[in-house]
C-alpha cells in the first residue's frame, strides 16, 4: 500500500506563487510516474503534471510556462512549483502515484486547497 501526504496549500493573492509537496511512502516500487490532479466545483479532475521516473514531463496548456513539476527520487518525494497564480488557478489539487514495475497500483492523496484571491 502506498500512502501519500500533501503539504504547501494555501490562500495567495493573484500573481503569487505556491509550492506543493507531496510525500509517497509504503512499497512504491521501481518505476512510477508521478502526477498534480486538480478540481474544481461542477467540473471533472484534470491533469495538471506529469513526470515519470526519470523525470520526463507534461503539462496541461494552462499551466504551462507558470508551473514546474519535479520529483526526488531518493526521498520519494514530489514537487510543483506555481508561479504567477490566477483566480482560474483555485481548485483542490490532488497528487497521484502510477505504479509501473515491478507491481501495478494506483494512489491519491488526500488533495490539499489553493485558493487565489485578492
Known amino acids: 500500500q502506498v500512502q501519500l501526504v500533501e503539504s504547501g496549500g494555501g490562500l495567495v493573492q493573484p500573481g503569487g506563487s505556491l509550492r506543493l509537496s507531496c510525500a509517497a511512502s509504503g512499497s512504491i516500487g521501481d518505476f512510477y510516474t508521478m502526477a498534480w490532479y486538480r478540481q474544481v466545483p461542477g467540473k471533472q479532475r484534470e491533469l495538471v503534471a506529469s513526470?515519470?521516473?526519470?523525470?520526463?514531463?507534461n503539462y496541461a496548456d494552462s499551466v504551462k510556462g507558470r508551473f514546474t513539476i519535479s520529483r526526488d527520487n531518493p526521498k520519494n518525494l514530489l514537487y510543483q512549483q506555481m508561479n504567477s497564480l490566477k483566480p482560474e488557478d483555485t481548485a483542490v489539487y490532488y497528487c497521484?502515484?502510477?505504479?509501473?514495475?515491478?507491481?501495478?497500483?494506483?494512489?491519491w492523496g488526500q488533495g490539499t486547497q489553493v485558493t487565489v484571491s485578492s
Open positions: 497521484n502515484v502510477n505504479g509501473r514495475w515491478p507491481t501495478q497500483y494506483e494512489s
Open positions: 513526470i515519470t521516473t526519470s523525470s520526463s514531463t
